[in-house]
Nanobody
Framework: EVQLVESGGGLVQAGGSLRLSCAASGSTFDGFVIGWFRQAPGKERGGVSYSANSGEITWYADSVKGRFTISSDSAENKVYLQMNSLKPEDTGGYFC???????????????????WGRGTRVTVSS
């Protein structure tokens, strides 16, 4: 059974940086797309970024383009989300999720993922 565990969240001032990690156990990332999702209080969970085929395919939400970078380390079996120039609106729970790579689906949607971590909290103060 594949399990995902996030880490790296915390409290940071606006303009600061954090690096989130998503560690997989029970499987490698081969054949999977790994997505990062954010859920602010009282809001739906929305896609932030995803990576497929060991980083050959990446996607970013418009709100984080140029500030966030997704990367993977196959040796460590981890996917990272480097978050720079953080803004208060980046505050929320961040979740990594795993889905099976296939043609067609919109992997920015949470519906395409079957495995989820428990999340890590990011708070950006103004």
């Amino acid at each position: 059974e594949v399990q995902l565990v996030e880490s790296g969240g915390g409290l940071v001032q606006a303009g600061g940086s954090l690096r989130l990690s998503c560690a997989a156990s029970g499987s490698t990332f081969d054949g999977f797309v790994i997505g990062w999702f954010r859920q602010a209080p009282g809001k739906e969970r929305g896609g932030v970024s995803y990576s497929a085929n060991s980083g050959e395919i990446t996607w970013y939400a418009d709100s984080v383009k140029g500030r966030f970078t997704i990367s993977s380390d196959s040796a460590e079996n981890k996917v990272y989300l480097q978050m720079n120039s953080l803004k208060p609106e980046d505050t929320g729970g961040y979740f990594c999720a795993g889905g099976v790579v296939r043609a067609g689906p919109d992997f920015s949607s949470a519906e395409e993922y079957g495995v989820w971590g428990r999340g890590t909290r990011v708070t950006v103060s103004s």
